[in-house]
């Protein structure tokens, strides 16, 4: 086991065989065996094969060419596959190993993954008005007002749920903090998205109601992401960047701002003209492009920094980070970023900014690629879904070679 790690692995189930060396049994029950290791933290796979749909769009980009609709179709077609798969393998889990789940779900590491399974649904919904509804009848366009609503409310039980225990977890510490502790909020914050996607097909006595049920959880979500930025920096102020392994989840922090300019962008553009709740609505809604414009563009300029801070540390290390399912953060966090970038271009009406937006979905697209090579050498290899190599161990951040040395007597020291 890697120095840093705790041997708090959330299953109770123990095979006498899982030493790491050849198997005598077959290929697959040797497979299923080592899905008591196949964590939440899976979800990370269609989460961002979801969000590279969501990219591929053609109603998202600013530049597309002949076929590209199509390219997005089938992403998301294999994103459904890939979810269904991932979900019919950690049922396996907790149907096969007794005491998985409440373990899961109560582990201070493999809990805060459990949001990933949430943000893989809504690149699903989300996908549904970009790929479903311009090719189906009237139905999918209520389906999906029914789904958001019922993702609005379970993921708001969910953030309520997993910060309870966040907060009384006695291992969790201020100096093991990383920007994984803000996905519990994530997923209720991206019913803003999922709304800024879906408001404009559904009649205005139904698209307002689900603007401002959109607009409330990105404003939560953001205000929660807020706090715990302050964390964060806090955190590597006194004891420096994340364990090289972590890093790649730094990039978590590059997603709250970006989506919260995305929806704010999106839940503006779709008001709909027909009540004149603030008066004319043809004045109502370029007020509010204007000032959705201005406040997207100062909110995203916190994930173009918080990007360039997790670019830096993640370079400093390359040759010490090795493959684990938060190498996704690599990609998700990144399409918000992408496409608020493409969507604030898109309204000052900037070729160059569209430019610089079709450039990045590119190397997202390669870098979604990168990542799911590894990923499934990973599996190969035994790096992954293998005792003490998964989210079911505890790391503590202040044992690696990159942590600062705490000054003598110092009290916040002392304090944790």
Avoid at 135 to 147: E, K, N
Avoid at 357 to 380: D, E, K, P, Q, T
Wanted: hydrophobic share 45%.
């Amino acid at each position: 086991m890697d120095q840093g790690q705790q041997s708090s692995s959330s299953s109770s189930y123990e095979d006498p065989q899982d030493d790491g060396g050849p198997r005598k049994h077959g290929f697959v029950s040797d497979f299923l065996a080592r899905l008591e290791h196949f964590t939440f933290a899976n979800y990370t796979f269609p989460m961002s094969t979801g969000g590279i749909a969501l990219l591929l769009a053609e109603q998202t980009q600013g530049f597309v060419f002949p076929g590209l609709q199509t390219i997005g179709k089938v992403v998301y077609i294999f994103d459904l596959v890939i979810f269904t798969l991932v979900t019919a393998a950690i049922t396996y889990r907790f149907v096969k190993f007794p005491g998985t789940l409440k373990a899961a779900v109560t582990h201070p590491t493999e809990a805060l993954f459990l949001g990933t399974s949430t943000l893989s649904l809504a690149s699903i919904i989300a996908g549904i008005a970009h790929y479903g509804i311009p090719s189906c009848g009237p139905w999918l366009v209520t389906a999906y007002r029914v789904l958001f609503w019922m993702y609005f409310l379970v993921t708001f039980i969910i953030a309520v749920g997993q910060y309870s225990l966040l907060f009384t977890s006695p291992l969790l510490r201020i100096q093991d903090m990383t920007p994984a502790w803000d996905l519990p909020i994530f997923p209720f914050m991206l019913s803003g998205t999922v709304a800024a996607n879906g408001a404009a097909f559904q009649p205005p006595n139904e698209a307002v109601p689900m603007i401002i049920g959109g607009l409330t959880a990105q404003g939560l979500g953001m205000c929660v992401s807020i706090m715990m930025y302050g964390i964060y920096v806090r955190r590597m102020i006194q004891w420096g960047f994340p364990s090289p392994n972590s890093r790649p989840g730094m990039f978590i922090a590059v997603g709250p701002p970006s989506f919260t300019s995305l929806a704010i962008i999106g839940l503006a553009d779709d008001f709909p003209q027909h009540y004149n709740y603030f008066g004319a609505d043809a004045v109502t809604i370029q007020v509010l492009r204007i000032l959705a414009t201005f406040t997207s563009i100062f909110i995203w300029s916190l994930s173009l920094w918080f990007f360039c801070i997790s670019v830096v540390a993640n370079l400093a290390v390359r040759k010490q980070i090795t493959f684990h399912l938060n190498w996704y953060a690599y990609v998700f966090p990144n399409v918000g970023f992408t496409i608020t970038t493409i969507a604030i271009g898109k309204t000052l009406k900037s070729p160059g900014i569209m430019a610089v937006g079709s450039a990045m979905s590119l190397l997202l697209v390669a870098m979604w690629i990168f990542v799911f090579i590894n990923h499934m050498r990973a599996i190969v290899n035994r790096e992954i879904m293998s005792d003490g190599k998964d989210e079911d161990v505890y790391v503590n951040e202040k044992k690696h070679a990159h942590v600062k040395p705490p000054k003598s007597g110092s009290d916040i020291e002392k304090e944790a």
